[in-house]
Nanobody
Framework: QVRLVESGGGLVQAGGSLRLSCAAS????????MGWYRQAPGKQREMVAT???????NYAGAVKDRFTISRENAKNTVYLQMNSLRPEDTAVYYC???????????WGQGTQVTVSS
């Protein structure tokens, strides 16, 4: 069982930066994918960025070159550095953990990111 706790959300001005953190605890499979997803009101939840336990990353086109995902495996923590934020980035951001082989998925409670214009 993996439990996720996000932090770092808040209100920022357009063009500003914010860093989200997600700490995982519990029984953590060695091979896994951690990532950030976001959901705005009335919209589907979408993938923002993912990172494999081996370090391979993937980004949504909308955030490419603006956001950077990273992880510290020893601390079981994943980060999302968000730069050049835009109002369209406003959403609840959720941390996700997925066991690579089991397919089991866990979600954090979400953290609100609001970007003012």
């Amino acid at each position: 069982q993996v439990r996720l706790v996000e932090s770092g959300g808040g209100l920022v001005q357009a063009g500003g930066s914010l860093r989200l953190s997600c700490a995982a605890s519990g029984s953590i499979p060695s091979f896994n994918v951690m990532g950030w997803y976001r959901q705005a009101p009335g919209k589907q939840r979408e993938m923002v960025a993912t990172i494999m336990s081996g370090g391979r990353t993937n980004y949504a086109g909308a955030v490419k070159d603006r956001f950077t995902i990273s992880r510290e495996n020893a601390k079981n923590t994943v980060y999302l550095q968000m730069n050049s934020l835009r109002p369209e980035d406003t959403a609840v951001y959720y941390c996700n953990f997925q066991g690579l082989f089991s397919g089991a998925s866990e979600w954090g409670q979400g953290t609100q990111v609001t970007v003012s214009s």
